[in-house]
C-alpha cells in the first residue's frame, strides 16, 4: 500500500509543480515541491514563497485597478 501512497504523492507534486508554471509562477517556486519530497524545505524557503505570494497579491491589485470599472445592473434593466 505504502508504494502506491508514494507514487500518487509523486504524481502530486509534478502535476502541481507544471500547474505552478502554467500558471506563471517562478521555477524556483515550483521547484520547492520537489525539495519538500526530502524534507528539506526550510524556514527561509517558507519565508521567499511567503514574500513571493504577497508581490502576486500587490501585482493583481495594480492590475484590477487599471482595468475599465464594470457596472453591474439588475437584470430588468435591459
Given amino acids: 500500500m ?3 501512497t508514494d507514487a500518487v ?3 502530486l507534486r509534478h502535476h502541481l ?3 505552478i508554471l502554467l500558471l506563471g509562477g517562478k521555477a524556483e517556486i515550483a521547484d520547492l515541491l520537489i ?3 526530502d524534507y528539506g524545505i526550510t524556514e527561509a524557503d517558507v519565508d521567499e ?3 513571493y505570494n504577497m508581490s502576486l497579491i500587490d501585482n493583481v491589485k495594480s492590475r484590477l485597478d487599471c482595468i475599465s470599472k464594470t457596472t453591474i445592473r439588475p437584470a430588468s434593466d435591459y
Fill in 9 to 11: 504523492d509523486f504524481d
Fill in 2 to 4: 505504502k508504494d502506491t
Fill in 35 to 37: 525539495k519538500s519530497q
Fill in 49 to 51: 514563497l511567503r514574500r
Fill in 17 to 19: 509543480r507544471d500547474t
